[in-house]
């Protein structure tokens, strides 16, 4: 299985809300990453997690909390977002930090209303 | 900024012509990989080059690095209009970091 599933697909949340994603791997994969990417830009490095720590925090607002309850899990809490935090979430894995391919799973379609 | 930049921003072809993409950046790097990215969808790992390495080949595809030069260049041969996506390269530092750069749009006509 070299699969990264990502739920939901789509989220439409309000300022107010607080909602998660939730993001699943089971190849053994001991670093899991969160990325936020914009239209037409490249994704953007938000969370990096190894061995189930939080290894890098790209100096993101804590209005996004991100947890990893054991290996295959990764999730990204989320409350009282902005308009602007509208985007595409994407989730990836890979077999050790830094020197390893990452695999993406498909995403979560964010809208902040 | 380690971020890669990408040339061309857009690139349009016939199918079965060759297409090359240019990623140059600015500091030492671990290893650079290639994705690809159709539209609104996840990334696919593509070539993984480490800095001892030159050049790699994966199928139609062929990737340099010029350490000296700090680039990179993926070679597509052949195309097919399934080839139409956006391309990144992503640097990657031994502190775990993966910078992407800004991409090249593919459009392969039928």
């Known amino acids: 299985d070299t699969e990264v599933t990502q739920t939901p697909k789509h989220l439409v949340m309000g300022m107010t809300n607080k909602k998660s994603l939730k993001c699943e791997q089971h190849m053994g994969h001991r670093a899991m990453y969160w990325y936020k990417q914009k239209a037409k830009k490249p994704p953007e490095l938000m969370f990096v997690y190894s061995y189930e720590k939080l290894s890098i925090n790209e100096s993101v607002p804590s209005r996004f909390s991100p947890e990893c309850p054991n290996s295959s899990l990764l999730n990204l809490h989320l409350h009282a977002l902005q308009p602007e935090d509208s985007a595409l979430y994407l989730c990836?894995?890979?077999?050790?930090?830094?020197?390893?391919?990452?695999?993406f799973g498909p995403g979560t379609r964010l809208t902040v209303t | 900024s380690q971020q890669g930049e990408e040339d061309p921003q857009a690139l349009s072809i016939q199918e079965g012509e060759n297409a090359t993409m240019n990623c140059s950046y600015k500091?030492?790097?671990?290893?650079l990989q290639w994705y690809r990215q159709n539209s609104g969808r996840g990334l696919v790992h593509l070539i993984l080059i480490r800095s001892n390495e030159r050049e790699k080949h994966s199928g139609r595809l062929r990737v340099t690095l010029d350490t000296s030069k700090k680039s990179s260049s993926l070679l597509i041969t052949a195309s097919r209009a399934a080839d139409t996506a956006s391309y990144f390269c992503a640097l990657n530092t031994n502190a775990g970091k993966s910078t992407f750069g800004d991409g090249t749009t593919l459009t392969v006509k039928p």
């Open positions: 990836a894995s890979s077999q050790v930090l830094a020197s390893y391919e990452q695999y």
């Open positions: 500091t030492s790097i671990n290893n």
